[in-house]
């Protein structure tokens, strides 16, 4: 119904903005990373999703469309919600989501505050599918990547990552930009390397 709205951001608050165009105030719900990138009493343009269920008629907004989109899909997840959904982009980015899914790492989802560990498990299992090559181009990551590397040989560098101390996101991100590795040792090795650089 509204693909985006452009206005006056006129207030903001912990969990929304509401966006002034012509005259009408919209109220959106919207991530921290989005809130993040708002100033008040200047332009904006938020991409929008209504969310109808029963009595509820609510608008989110968000930042680009790659995170609306994440959104989206979260929402094809069985028990996950608008507030659930919203949720994870405020704590991760819609490409470590995706990470996340394509490395099989459910302790990327360790910090989102509301999902317990079976949630993340069904997020992972529904979305596998539906999380693709043009997915994991859009939030610069690759699909193709690793020939050598199946998703278990990936799956098991995270956790290797993990139990050196590092984050569940920030371990799929990394493992998920490894290209053309040869064996899990040379994975986790790439990876490291490429976390010591962030």
Do not use: W
Not at 29 to 39: E, I, W
Not at 60 to 74: A, I, K, V
Not at 134 to 144: I, P
């Amino acid at each position: 119904m509204y693909a985006h709205i452009r206005g006056e951001v006129v207030d903001i608050q912990a969990d929304r903005a509401v966006l002034e165009a012509c005259g009408v105030g919209y109220e959106l719900n919207c991530s921290t990373k989005t809130l993040g990138a708002l100033k008040k009493g200047t332009q904006a343009q938020l991409y929008t999703h209504l969310h109808l269920a029963e009595d509820i008629m609510a608008l989110y907004g968000f930042e680009n469309d790659t995170e609306r989109f994440m959104f989206r899909r979260l929402l094809t997840v069985t028990r996950v919600g608008p507030k659930l959904a919203l949720s994870v982009l405020s704590t991760l980015t819609p490409s470590d989501v995706a990470a996340a899914i394509i490395t099989d790492n459910a302790d990327a989802f360790a910090r989102v505050p509301g999902m317990g560990k079976k949630t993340a498990q069904r997020v992972l299992l529904e979305l596998k599918e539906k999380i693709g090559a043009q997915e994991m181009v859009d939030s610069g990551l690759s699909n193709e990547a690793n020939s050598a590397t199946d998703s278990n040989a990936q799956a098991e560098a995270v956790a290797a990552l993990i139990s050196l101390g590092y984050d569940g996101a920030s371990a799929s991100r990394a493992v998920a930009q490894i290209k053309g590795a040869d064996s899990l040792e040379q994975l986790i090795t790439l990876a490291l390397r490429s976390l010591a650089r962030q």
